[in-house]
Structure formats: structure tokens, C-alpha cells
């Protein structure tokens, strides 16, 4: 029987690639721990900063504000309702159910109302759900941030959603990308500042921890999820993590660490300008929403 290293009770956990057995209570404390040290590293923020959570319903955003909640950081949520059926209605009620058990602030938008459901804008688009999806969600954050006052924006990222995105970046060399690929984006032209506290901690890490404190998540994928290549990457990925433990963070903590440097040493060439209807930060005249809404021919603007 494999005993807690902290108190020498039975073990809950092991985690190989710290050559760790930690009870329940220890885990907890380790992961929080962990993420308030990667928050440091990174200069992410501090107590006095107004943090924004993007709360899907999923393990890793619910631990995500759990931690900084737990570590007394202002933090609320905003959850973005996408209109996906069962799983939009039962993401949504686990976040709020969890915003109540932390009495903390949960915003919540309904994409419907600002534009279409995500099933609506894919019957008038071809292009795969998940791509503008993320746009619509990334740009409905940063404006709702600056609309409800706070600084910064938190997402649950984990370390195998950046090791998978890094990967694919990587195949294809796609330089404007891996310069943007930094825990930390900083605030500035139009956008609040954007930050992966999690980006150090496995999926299965995460997991352990909703599992252990007690949350409760949303268990099953989003039904757009299904054959995506992130998926079949992050399998390749952790197949090899299994063999070697330890891959995963290596691999992004050295691009980090040796490769982003580089690739930033050049001037930002960005040539960002408020977009022509709604006001956002672009490089075009008109935002890639905007042009959606245009396209689905929903063309009231957003409240700025
Ligand atoms: Fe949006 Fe794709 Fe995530 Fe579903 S899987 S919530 S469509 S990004
Ligand atoms: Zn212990
Ligand atoms: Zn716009």
C-alpha cells in the first residue's frame, strides 16, 4: 500500500512524474499549490486584479475557479450559453449550481441572443463548428471583461491543451501562432489581459482534483467535439507520456522557455484597429464576428 508522503496515510494518488503518492487532502493542497506557482512564474495577476473566469461547466474551468477562489483571488465567472442542445442546458446548470455553492458571481450570455446558437450559424456555414466557435467565444470574453470591469481573463487551458495546439502548430511550422502561443497574453490595443493559470496541469491532474474536491462537472464531450484532430493528437501525446512521464511538460515548457523567446525577438508587426461596427480590436476593418453576424444575417451591433 502506497502511503501519503506528507502524513504517511494511504495513498489516493500517484503521480509518476513526480514519483508522488499523495493522499486526498495532500493532492488538493498540491494542485492548488502548483497553480498559485505557475500564476507567480508567469506574473499572471495578483489579489488586487478583477478576474474574469470563462466557465464552461468542465473540470478544468470549475477546478480552475475553485483554486483561485479557494487561493483569495477576486475571481467570478462568465459562462458563454452556446445553444448546443442538452449539453448548453446541463453545463450551464452545473455552473450555476457552483457559482452558488462558492458564492461567487456567475454572468452568463446567451450567444442566440448576440448572434445565433452555434447549431444555427452551422447550418448557414461550412467551415467545422469548433472554428468559429472559438472566435465567438474569445471575442464575447474579452468584451464582456471590459463591459462588467475586469482586467483579466482566466481560462481552464490545461497542459495537454497546449501541448496538443503546440504539436499541431508545430507540424505545420505556423510561426504566427507559436508566437502567440504564451500563458500570458497581455492587455493593450482593445483586448484585457488573457491567462492559462492550468497550463501546467495535466487533463488527468485536473480531473483528480474536481474528482477530489468534491465538484461536480459535466461529464460528457460537447457532440462538436467528436473527430477532431486536437483529439487524435492529444492520444498520440499521451501515449507517449505514459512511456516517458514527463513528455508533455518538457516539450512546452522548453518551447517556452528556449523557442518563444526567439520568435518574439522581432517587433510585433500587428496592425490592430478598432473594428468598423462594433468597436473590437482587428486586424481588419471589419471583426471576423461582425462579418459572421453579417453573413447569418443577424446585423444589429453588439452593445458597446
Ligand atoms: Fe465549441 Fe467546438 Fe468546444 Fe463544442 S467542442 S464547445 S463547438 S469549441
Ligand atoms: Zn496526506
Ligand atoms: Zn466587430
Redesign the pocket.
Given at each position: 500500500m502506497r502511503k501519503c508522503v506528507k502524513c504517511n496515510k494511504k495513498a489516493e494518488v500517484y503521480l509518476p512524474q513526480y514519483r508522488l503518492s499523495l493522499c486526498r487532502e495532500h493532492y488538493i493542497e498540491w494542485f492548488e499549490n502548483r497553480v498559485e506557482g505557475t500564476i507567480r512564474e508567469f506574473r499572471m495577476f495578483s489579489k488586487k486584479d478583477r478576474i474574469l473566469v470563462a466557465v464552461?461547466g468542465g473540470k478544468d474551468s470549475l477546478s480552475l475557479w475553485n483554486t483561485l477562489h479557494k487561493l483569495g483571488y477576486q475571481a467570478d465567472g462568465l459562462y458563454i450559453d452556446?445553444g448546443?442542445g442538452q449539453y448548453s442546458e446541463d453545463s450551464k446548470n452545473l455552473a450555476i449550481k457552483f457559482a452558488n455553492n462558492i458564492g461567487r458571481e456567475l454572468h452568463t450570455v446567451s450567444l442566440k441572443e448576440e448572434v445565433l446558437s452555434?447549431p444555427e450559424i452551422k447550418k448557414e456555414d461550412p467551415r467545422p463548428?469548433?472554428s468559429f466557435?472559438?472566435t465567438l467565444?474569445r471575442y464575447y470574453m474579452n468584451h464582456y471583461a471590459k463591459k462588467l470591469g475586469y482586467n483579466v481573463v482566466a481560462t481552464g487551458h490545461n497542459l495537454d491543451d497546449e501541448v496538443a495546439v503546440l504539436f499541431s502548430n508545430v507540424l505545420s511550422w505556423n510561426l504566427d501562432y507559436l508566437k502567440r502561443q504564451y500563458p500570458v497574453l497581455e492587455e493593450g490595443k482593445g483586448f484585457v489581459r488573457k491567462v492559462k493559470p492550468l497550463c501546467k496541469m495535466s487533463e488527468k491532474e485536473s480531473a483528480l482534483y474536481a474528482f477530489m474536491a468534491g465538484i461536480e462537472y459535466i461529464e460528457y464531450?460537447?457532440?462538436?467535439?467528436e473527430g477532431?484532430t486536437s483529439i487524435e493528437y492529444k492520444k498520440l501525446l499521451s501515449e507517449l507520456e505514459e512511456r516517458h512521464p514527463g513528455t508533455k511538460l518538457r516539450f512546452y515548457m522548453e518551447f517556452l522557455r528556449k523557442i518563444y523567446p526567439l520568435l518574439n525577438q522581432e517587433q510585433e508587426q500587428t496592425n490592430l484597429r478598432p473594428c468598423k461596427v462594433c468597436g473590437e480590436p482587428t486586424s481588419r476593418d471589419v471583426c471576423p464576428v461582425c462579418a459572421l453576424k453579417a453573413k447569418v444575417g443577424k446585423v444589429t451591433e453588439p452593445n458597446v
Open positions: 464552461s452556446l448546443i452555434i463548428a469548433c466557435c472559438g467565444k464531450e460537447c457532440p462538436f467535439s477532431s
